[in-house]
T-cell receptor, first 111, second 111 residues
Framework: QKEVEQNSGPLSVPEGAIASLNCTYS??????FFWYRQYSGKSPELIMFIYSNGDKEDGRFTAQLNKASQYVSLLIRDSQPSDSATYLC???????????FGKGTHLIIQP | EPEVTQTPSHQVTQMGQEVILRCVPI?????FYWYRQILGQKVEFLVS????????KSEIFDDQFSVERPDGSNFTLKIRSTKLEDSAMYFC?????????FGPGTRLTVT
């Protein structure tokens, strides 16, 4: 059974700094990885996905994947108070398989 | 921008009653999913649906649950005889290939 592990936090970061969120996964055969943002009482919102080892940048967000270490991370540059949310790491089974989510990291950006 | 929609936003029902949760996936998407999130817990996969049949289901998706695509746009989740522990947020998601986009959710409260 796939496992996805995240530090639940809270992770407190000052406004303007870089927030670093980490995730490890158990299935060495996993091929794709997703980061969702979830505000309290709202649904998960897809913000980044990565398939290949290395870095992928999209605006203020950078996803980093290291398949050898089974580790994926999300960096948020120039953190804003609106980035305060729970960030969920998710791994699919492939094809039409469902996502296995981590418990999420609660990020707080301090003004 | 296309989005997944869900109705109702909140459903209150008595234990033992049947409920039907409705979803309209993004129109060109081929894969459909249901997830649930019990308050304070992680998002859990229930079932995936492709080509008018179930592709995968989790251990949670027992005989009390069923899914249907009654027409070209709607995707429904039925719970036949609700239990107190079915109280949760239920999210519908859809994908064209891998990236899954979530609807706003239905909060189900079983009393």
């Amino acid at each position: 059974q796939k496992e996805v592990e995240q530090n639940s936090g809270p992770l407190s970061v000052p406004e303007g700094a870089i927030a670093s969120l980490n995730c490890t996964y158990s299935d060495r055969g996993s091929q794709s990885f997703f980061w969702y943002r979830q505000y309290s009482g709202k649904s998960p919102e897809l913000i980044m996905f990565i398939y290949s080892n290395g870095d992928k940048e999209d605006g203020r967000f950078t996803a980093q994947l290291n398949k050898a270490s089974q580790y994926v991370s999300l960096l948020i540059r120039d953190s804003q108070p609106s980035d305060s949310a729970t960030y969920l790491c998710a791994v699919p089974g492939g094809g039409a398989d469902g996502l296995t989510f981590g418990k999420g990291t609660h990020l707080i950006i301090q003004p | 921008e296309p989005e997944v929609t869900q109705t109702p936003s909140h459903q209150v029902t008595q234990m033992g009653q049947e409920v039907i949760l409705r979803c309209v996936p993004i129109s060109n998407h081929l894969y459909f999913y249901w997830y649930r999130q019990i308050l304070g817990q992680k998002v859990e996969f229930l079932v995936s649906f492709y080509n008018n049949e179930i592709s995968e289901k989790s251990e949670i998706f027992d005989d009390q649950f069923s899914v249907e695509r009654p027409d070209g746009s709607n995707f429904t989740l039925k719970i036949r005889s609700t239990k107190l522990e079915d109280s949760a947020m239920y999210f519908c998601a859809s994908s064209e290939v891998d990236e899954q986009y979530f609807g706003p959710g239905t909060r189900l409260t079983v009393t």
